[in-house]
């Protein structure tokens, strides 16, 4: 851009040396002042003109190549009352000027008419006006016409004229942003990063037990197909998600802390009478001391899914390069695979949790707010924050406890329209 910059610079800075230079130049057909107004806009060719007067006269369709701009303009007016003047690097459009006849009578001698003598004063500075979005640019040129006459008399006319040389609307800073397309089929592949939150109930109730459960990390990659009509979409979206959280437990068994009973000796006395035995014993207590074992354990639990799921978005803010939108939808998770660890009533008090111990489908819901970038032609930067909830609990009924998960998720994707 540096370069073209300074070869732009560079033929500016050629083109004012040049005082006729050669150009290419071609015009539809329209009035004589469009086609004026189009040479200052190719070349900046000052030319003053009377817009009033010039927008009246037609001219055919024009083009040339490689022709000094002093030719160029006497074709413009060929076939005209018009012509032009060169006063440094202005030309000045006006009227061609014709004497009046003079009547052929052999007994009257006419003097000698003189043409009128024109001082004509342009002043080289630009004057700028703005009135609202519109930019009007002026030149003021003096013109002194003084007629001579043989009578002594003479009459000094000063006529200042003021002509619009060009017009352009003003619309504030604008980006050159290409053409976009942002209806019709589109494709959208991202990926997201996830913040969980569980809330869940310990079933077995242990004594002296602990458990905590502590979200970790999630990520998902995923691929939205659908369909867009003005501010209205909708699709279906194929999600891979990968869920991890710790899984903690603490557990304290006591052991011990009481007496047990041991018999010494045993005898027995035979009633003299009645001839009943009655045994006796002698016993003593043996005291068992306190054992204490503390288990503790931890673990990395993943539960990885696969999700199919339908979306529809509207968009509730929207310009040429930007929009705004919101979004919602549903999907069913299906389980891939699972690893990690759960309590148990058994020592080591915890297990190994299977895939049978996991719901295989759960259902999801989710809502949020998205934006659309457009970066380049049918490509736009999707940003998105969205709410997911999961409806049920993720293990089965049978599992020690029950464990429901919500999640935000911030998603980033790019959008491809065909």
């Known amino acids: 851009m540096m370069v073209l910059l300074l070869l732009g610079m560079a033929s500016l800075k050629s083109y004012s040396q040049n005082i006729n230079p050669l150009i290419t130049f071609s015009v539809e057909s329209c009035s004589l ?3 004026l107004e189009k040479l200052f806009a190719e070349y900046e060719l000052n030319v003053a003109f009377s817009k009033a007067e010039l927008s009246k006269i037609r001219i055919e369709k024009y083009s040339c190549s490689y022709k000094p701009v002093e030719e160029v303009l006497a074709d413009l007016l060929k076939g005209t009352e018009y012509g032009f003047k060169r006063i440094g690097k202005q030309y000045v459009i006006r009227k061609n000027q014709q004497l009046e006849p003079v009547p ?4 009257v001698t006419q003097p000698t008419v003189e043409q009128p003598q024109e001082t004509i004063i342009h002043k080289m500075d630009t004057v700028a006006t703005k009135a609202g979005d519109t930019i009007r640019l002026y030149d003021t040129m003096l013109v002194i016409r003084s ?3 043989y009578d002594t008399i003479v009459r000094v006319e000063r006529v200042v004229k003021t002509d619009t040389v060009y017009q352009v609307k ?5 980006i050159p942003w ?3 397309r942002d209806n019709g089929w589109f494709l959208t592949p991202s990926v997201a990063y996830d913040i969980l939150r569980f809330t869940f109930n310990d079933k077995l109730n242990a004594p002296n037990s602990a458990i905590g459960i502590a979200p970790s990390s999630a990520f998902c990659f995923g691929l939205d197909a659908g369909y867009k009509h003005n501010r209205l979409s909708g699709g279906v979206s194929l999600t891979y998600r990968s869920v991890k959280y710790r899984f903690s437990l603490e557990q304290t068994v006591y052991q011990g802390d009481y007496y047990v009973n041991d018999t010494l000796d045993t005898y027995y006395v035979v009633h003299p009478i009645s001839g009943d035995t009655a045994y006796h014993y002698i016993m003593d207590s043996v005291y068992v001391p306190l054992v204490t074992t503390q288990y503790s354990y931890r ?3 993943r539960l990885d899914y696969l999700s199919v799921g339908a979306f529809v978005a509207f968009d509730f803010w929207k310009r040429e390069h930007f929009r705004m939108y919101v979004k919602a939808g549903v999907s069913a998770d299906f389980l891939v695979s699972c690893a990690g660890s759960f309590n148990s009533l058994e020592e080591p008090f915890h297990a190994s949790i299977s895939r049978s111990q996991v719901e295989p489908v759960r259902f999801s819901y989710f809502g949020g707010l998205g934006a659309a970038i457009k970066i380049v032609d049918r490509v736009e930067l999707v940003p998105e924050v969205l709410y997911r909830r ?6 089965r009924a049978d599992f020690p406890f029950d464990m429901r998960m919500s999640l935000w ?5 790019l959008t491809y329209y065909f």
């Open 409 to 413: 998720e911030c998603r980033l994707g």
């Open 178 to 180: 290409p053409s976009f």
């Open 299 to 301: 673990d990395i639990n």
């Open 390 to 395: 999961t409806s049920g609990s993720l293990y």
């Open 147 to 149: 007629v001579m006459r």
């Open 170 to 174: 003003y619309k504030g800073l604008e």
């Open 33 to 35: 002042d469009v086609a």
């Open 104 to 107: 052929n009578d052999p007994t």
